[in-house]
């Protein structure tokens, strides 16, 4: 039986390791696309690195596009958005956890029944909405919208439910309020479950095409994945340079990964420990 048990352990191994590096080729060869010159990137048969590296690649982004305008929107848009979503969601999640109100269940069903409406549906009366308001064109119309998620909630929520009611009963007992025992007791117990929220809703924020698409005009206000796509000429485009925006474009999310990865790695694995 272990040697049946240890060769299933080597054949997994080896099934992943295998997928592990299919899905690091790609990755490596953006890398290698980013340094070669425009001519080498369509020589065949293809080479991983030209004749030298061109690292005056990356220096190149800005020269037809303020690519440094499109990271710096990114990112506080990135930032703001991070900061609500985790303070609301934070809040939400532990009213529907640990408080009693009247239709608490069925109020939490209904906003956990909004997951179920694809995006797209409420892209045309989100749009009017900021029409209306004269928000067209506006990284207002990117950040208010994404400032609540009932994905952020449903994840808090399940993380506060995993929490020991002997810790809350302490705390009554002690004199604390409802918001004292979330702010002194609940909430420092949270960080890798509000860890794990911001590297989702960074890397989704970060990552939105569709909308900087639709809300945004100008290009001054263009936003990482919508100044990426306008690099991309209709006739020609710099295929070296491009793949050298999309490194520079990686880097904050492989930061933001990498830094939150004990935290993210526990808060995935305890949040779902009490439905």
């Not at 302490?170 to 002194?184: E, L, N, Q, S």
């Not at 939105?208 to 994945?225: A, G, H, K, Q």
Request: hydrophobic share 55%; aromatic share 16%.
């Amino acid at each position: 039986m272990r040697k049946t048990n240890n060769k299933a352990k080597i054949a997994a191994y080896i099934f992943l390791s295998l997928g592990a590096v299919l899905m690091v080729i790609p990755f490596l060869w953006m890398i290698s696309t980013s340094l070669k010159s425009l001519g080498e990137v369509f020589r065949f048969p293809p080479t991983m690195f030209g004749e030298r590296l061109v690292w005056e690649n990356y220096s190149a982004v800005s020269d037809r596009y303020p690519f440094g305008r499109f990271f710096v929107n990114s990112l506080y848009i990135s930032a703001i958005v991070v900061s609500f979503q985790v303070i609301t969601s934070a809040l939400a999640g532990y009213s529907f956890a640990r408080l009693r109100f009247t239709g608490r269940d069925t109020i939490f069903a209904l906003y956990l029944a909004t997951l179920i409406v694809p995006f797209h549906v409420t892209i045309v009366p989100t749009f009017w909405i900021m029409r209306v308001f004269g928000w067209i064109d506006t990284h207002i119309s990117l950040i208010l919208p994404s400032l609540v998620t009932a994905f952020g909630t449903f994840l808090m929520r399940q993380f506060f439910m995993t929490i020991p009611d002997d810790l809350e009963n302490a705390a009554k007992i002690d004199g604390c309020t409802p918001f004292g025992i979330f702010w002194r007791v609940f909430l420092p117990l949270t960080k890798p479950a509000l860890a794990t929220l911001a590297v989702f809703v960074f890397i989704g924020i970060w990552n939105d095409f569709f909308r900087p698409l639709v809300f945004i005009n100008s290009i001054r206000l263009m936003t990482i994945p919508l100044g990426l796509a306008a690099m991309q000429g209709m006739y020609s485009t710099n295929w070296p340079v491009l793949m050298a925006a999309t490194m520079l474009s990686l880097t904050p999310v492989l930061i933001a990964f990498i830094s939150a990865q004990e935290y993210f790695v526990r808060g995935v694995t305890l949040s779902g420990l009490k439905g």
